[in-house]
């Protein structure tokens, strides 16, 4: 069993900065991949970033490629993703999740486990 738990998100101006954080339990962290999903009112989940456990490869989405940035540090069993230059369209409520999957993994059935989220709100 992973629990999950993300904090960092709140309510930003357009042209600003947020870092999520995802803290999880259980001592095989560094062996999963990890993701942060998003999902914005009326739309569905959607992947947002991805850090595979085999070598530490990255994907985005297009939407936020050069904008946000995932990383991971195993030793506090954390996952991050650092926001920059947020845009109204970037409001949601973010999620991350981990995958058995040896390789980046941007699809949500990849998942297993997810945390509750954390609502990012940016205004124009």
């Known amino acids: 069993q992973v629990q999950l738990v993300e904090s960092g998100g709140g309510l930003v101006q357009a042209g600003g900065s947020l870092r999520l954080s995802c803290a999880t339990s259980?001592?095989?962290?560094?062996?999963?991949?990890l993701g942060w999903f998003r999902q914005a009112p009326g739309k569905e989940r959607e992947f947002v970033a991805t850090?595979?456990?085999?070598?530490?490869?990255?994907s985005y989405a297009d939407s936020v490629k050069g904008r946000f940035t995932i990383s991971r540090e195993n030793a506090k069993n954390t996952l991050y993703l650092q926001m920059n230059s947020l845009k109204p369209e970037d409001t949601a409520v973010y999620y991350c999740?981990?995958?058995?999957?040896?390789?980046?993994?941007?699809?949500?059935?990849?998942?297993?486990?997810w945390g509750p989220g954390t609502q990012v709100a940016v205004s124009s």
């Open positions: 999740a981990t995958s058995t999957t040896l390789g980046v993994a941007t699809k949500i059935y990849e998942y297993g486990y």
């Open positions: 259980g001592r095989t962290f560094s062996r999963y991949t």
């Open positions: 850090i595979a456990w085999i070598d530490g490869s990255t």
